[in-house]
């Protein structure tokens, strides 16, 4: 008569490489959820992404540029509780105050030159550096830009016509800043 079964020999140190496994598998899908979860759960990333998909869709050489101007509440108004829509009416009414008349000085052209005073991965750590220098009365821009598959977000103060112009106000923020600045072309 003929054997018709397999026999199988599994000894303990068969039993303790399959449990490693399990253990190693199943802490590799908890990383990859959890980081899965931090960029889901991140409102900047949310925001980010399905503006940056709307972008691609559009335009995807466009650079983003962030004004860091603080809104100001109309004088005499005092309502601690205001609707949206009225909060959004101030910021118009706000804006429409605030531009200046077109002219040729205020207009980005390939002749312009900025001095970018840092670059960011972080866009809230760009955010800061914009605010820092915008307390101090500079117009401040954050471009982002991607270098090398690597999104990157510069920030940039003010806009000036000549190249001796941008080298004689970096050279004042270097002082003030105690930091080394370079000098771009405006886009």
């Known amino acids: 008569m003929e054997k018709t079964y397999f026999e199988i020999k599994i000894t303990f140190v068969h039993i303790v490489i399959f449990l490693i496994a399990v253990l190693g598998m199943g802490i590799f899908l908890f990383y990859m959820g959890y980081q899965a979860g931090q960029r889901r759960g991140n409102p900047l990333t949310a925001i980010n992404s399905e503006q940056n998909q709307e972008e691609a869709a559009v335009n995807p050489e466009e650079l983003r540029i962030v004004d860091e101007k603080p809104i100001k509440t109309a004088a005499g108004n005092t309502s601690a509780k205001q609707t949206i829509p009225e909060e959004m009416k101030l910021h118009q009414a706000q804006k429409k105050k605030e531009q200046p008349p077109v002219s040729q000085k205020n207009i980005f052209t390939d002749q312009n030159y900025t001095i970018q005073v840092g670059a960011f991965a972080d866009f809230t750590n ?24 690597k ?37």
Do not use: D, P
Request: glycine fraction near 4%; charged fraction near 30%; hydrophobic fraction near 35%.
């Open 126 to 149: 760009a955010q800061k550096c914009s605010s820092r220098f915008s307390s101090r009365g500079y117009q401040t821009a954050i471009i982002v830009e991607t270098i090398n598959r």
């Open 151 to 187: 999104k990157l977000h510069t920030v940039q103060v003010g806009s000036f016509a000549t190249m001796a112009e941008a080298q004689k106000e970096k050279t004042k923020l270097e002082s003030l800043e105690k930091a080394t600045f370079a000098i771009k072309k405006a886009r």
